[in-house]
């Protein structure tokens, strides 16, 4: 994170946005939102800090009801002379994000993942420079130069004009928002407590599942509804919701008839099984055969297995134990 003096209009002309900045007039804050980079959770952050009362979760605002058309945004303020007034009194916020990364992101989450618009949208595209040239140079022909989702930072939010206040990465947000939110004289303890790190992963689990269920007839026309499932796993996987060792829980078929909420209750299984195995790396593998003696009747009368691999072979990898 670095940081940046305050911004004076006597020197360069007010930015032309594309996408006009977010703003808080309550709390003197901008922020300017670029897609790939965490744009739907700073906006529903401010929306949250708008909110009267102490600042809870911007996870508990549905991520359907938390886009910027709820937001106050600069040209909200009407005049060019209020507009300017604005920015040269309040904090200006920028995030970025290794563009590898970004492009990655761009490409599992609107290709990879089943999503009928952009395979469409970006498919095309693609398909058409397949008769010239390699469908790999979409990015660098066109998209980062027309696509919300892949447009730099830099010119996006006018860095060259307009020196921002913060300016945050991706990689180190959790610290970033602590400054920022502590510069604004607001608690960040949300993001501390235990409950955070799970509501944060179901919230993905949530947006990418709902979605992808409600384009189900679209998407069959392109692959089977088993590669739908089979994909948003896998989706999950990358992102680091779901631990890469952990297999895809249906049969051939089975998704056909499955409601969101059923893939849903599954992910959520497969993100608390990774809790508890990353809470088992740290113990010794003789303290687990204890464990293992202790309960053995109950181990026997239900069941379990006093051995599951996913504890003891974790253990044994991540402690040499």
Request: glycine share 4%.
């Amino acid at each position: 994170m670095t940081f940046g003096p305050s911004w004076s209009t006597d020197l360069v002309p007010l930015p032309e946005f594309k996408d006009s900045p977010i703003i808080s007039r309550k709390h003197n804050l901008m922020y300017c939102p670029v897609g790939k980079v965490a744009s739907s959770f700073f906006t529903r952050l401010v929306l949250a800090i708008d909110n009267p009362g102490p600042l809870t979760s911007p996870l508990d605002i549905p991520i359907e009801d938390a886009g910027r058309a709820r937001c106050q945004n600069l040209k909200s303020l009407g005049s060019k002379s209020n507009m300017v007034a604005f920015l040269r009194q309040s904090t200006k916020v920028v995030f970025g994000r290794n563009p590898f990364s970004r492009i990655y992101s761009a490409y599992i989450d609107k290709l990879f993942s089943p999503n009928p618009f952009y395979w469409t949208y970006w498919g095309e595209k693609a398909l058409n420079l397949t008769r010239h040239q390699k469908a790999g140079n979409l990015v660098h022909q066109t998209l980062h130069k027309h696509d919300v989702h892949l447009r730099q930072v830099y010119d996006e939010c006018h860095m060259c004009e307009l020196v921002y206040d913060v300016i945050g990465t991706l990689e180190t947000m959790a610290e970033d928002l602590d400054y920022i939110l502590g510069h604004l004289n607001i608690s960040s303890s949300f993001q501390h407590e235990p409950s955070y790190s799970l509501a944060s992963k179901m919230d993905i689990v949530y947006d990418s599942v709902q979605s992808t269920f409600s384009w189900k007839t679209d998407i069959a026309r392109c692959i089977s509804l088993d590669q739908m499932g089979i994909r948003m796993w896998r989706k999950l996987q990358i992102r680091g919701v779901i631990d890469s060792s952990i297999r895809y829980p249906f049969r051939s078929g089975q998704i056909d008839n499955l409601h969101s909420s059923e893939f849903i209750k599954a992910c959520k299984q497969a993100i608390l099984i990774q809790a508890l195995v990353e809470a088992y790396k740290t113990v010794s593998r003789h303290d687990l055969v204890v464990v293992g003696n202790i309960y053995k009747d109950d181990f026997r009368v239900f069941g379990y297995n006093p051995k599951p691999a996913d504890i003891f072979e974790k253990q044994i990898k991540n402690t040499g134990s």
